[in-house]
Antibody
């Protein structure tokens, strides 16, 4: 079955760029009608959707983060990546990658995140 | 922007109890509502999609209902492994997802 694994530095200095990679195993990132997404969760708080990418390279970002976020995909490595620039302490969180799947019922598409990585903690501190 | 609220924010229940969690959207989202379970230190797990469709492998004691703005997650008979935080998430405004603030279910 498909598995996702986040990787990247656990400590980033303020004003620098946070960079994470999600490696997809057990299946091709290019197969099926899936999107690939990043979500984060500050300690003790709720979940925040960051953005998503399709294997064509098409992206969508949370408007609140759009100016600082870049998500990219490398199909040859079966990976997708997150870059978040100009980080502050408020960006300290557990970062998850996830697969976005789609189901159709009659004429309605439903989108949901059905496979998640285990998450990686990123701390922004000098 | 579609805002999601959940009630209660936390609840205490006993094994065997029937538990109901409510999620409300700030505007109609049809049936584009998903439910996730998250245990401490773990990633969220999809339980329900499309408001009422049970994800493969999820026990049948979990069920979802609702449409429009009001939705419910029900656990028919709470089991020890069900103590967790539950989040709703709307996908109506795809590609933009938003989550509810979560409901923590702990042991009475």
């Amino acid at each position: 079955q498909v598995q996702l694994q986040e990787s990247g530095p656990g400590l980033v200095k303020p004003s620098q760029t946070l960079s994470l990679t999600c490696t997809v195993s057990g299946g091709s990132i290019s197969s099926g009608t899936y999107y690939w997404s990043w979500i984060r969760q500050p300690a003790g708080k709720g979940l925040e959707w960051i953005g998503r990418i399709y294997t064509s390279g098409s992206t969508n970002y949370n408007p609140s983060l759009k100016s600082r976020v870049t998500i990219s995909v490398d199909t040859s490595k079966n990976q997708f990546s997150l870059k978040l620039s100009s980080v502050t302490a408020a960006d300290t969180a557990v970062y998850y990658c996830a697969r976005v799947s789609r189901s159709i019922t009659r004429t309605t598409y439903y989108y949901y995140m059905d496979v998640w990585g285990k998450g990686t903690t990123v701390t922004v501190s000098s | 922007d579609i805002q999601m609220t959940q009630s209660p924010s936390s609840l205490s229940a006993s094994v065997g109890d029937r538990v109901t969690i409510t999620c409300r959207a700030s505007q109609s989202i049809s049936s584009s509502l998903n439910w996730y379970q998250q245990k401490p230190g773990k990633a969220p797990k999809l339980l329900i999609y499309g408001a009422s469709s049970l994800q493969s492998g999820v026990p049948s004691r979990f069920s979802g209902s609702g449409s429009g703005t009001d939705f419910t997650l029900t656990i028919s008979s709470l089991q020890p492994e069900d103590f967790a935080t539950y989040y709703c998430q709307q996908s109506y405004s795809t590609p933009y997802f938003t989550f509810g603030p979560g409901t923590k279910v702990d042991i009475k």
